[in-house]
Nanobody, 117 residues
């Protein structure tokens, strides 16, 4: 049974930083591209960042330059560091796993990030 468990969310002031983690189990982690998505209240889920099996990365324009996605295959974990947080970063953040790039097979339950102004 595949499980993706996000952690690291919370309440932070604007300008602060957060590091989200997503621990995967039940799959061969190194075979999967991993992505982070977010969904704000009343909005559709949107792409945030992704990292391929070969550690190529991609970012949404909204977080480019102030976020870093990384992975540790030994720990079956993917991370998302976001700096200079803004109130508009407030959302539930989800990680997802894709064996075929951009075709996400598995999703976590999400972790809430709230940025206060």
């Amino acid at each position: 049974q595949v499980q993706l468990v996000e952690s690291g969310g919370g309440l932070v002031q604007a300008g602060g930083s957060l590091r989200l983690s997503c621990a995967a189990s039940g799959l061969t982690f190194s075979w999967y591209s991993m992505g982070w998505f977010r969904q704000a209240p009343g909005k559709e889920r949107e792409f945030v960042a992704a990292i391929s099996r070969s550690t190529n990365t991609a970012y949404a324009d909204s977080v480019k330059g102030r976020s870093t996605i990384s992975r540790d295959n030994a720990k079956n974990t993917v991370y998302l560091q976001i700096d200079s947080l803004k109130p508009e970063d407030t959302a539930v953040y989800y990680c997802a796993a894709a064996q075929v790039p951009n075709n996400y097979d598995y999703w976590g339950q999400g972790t809430q990030v709230t940025v206060s102004s």
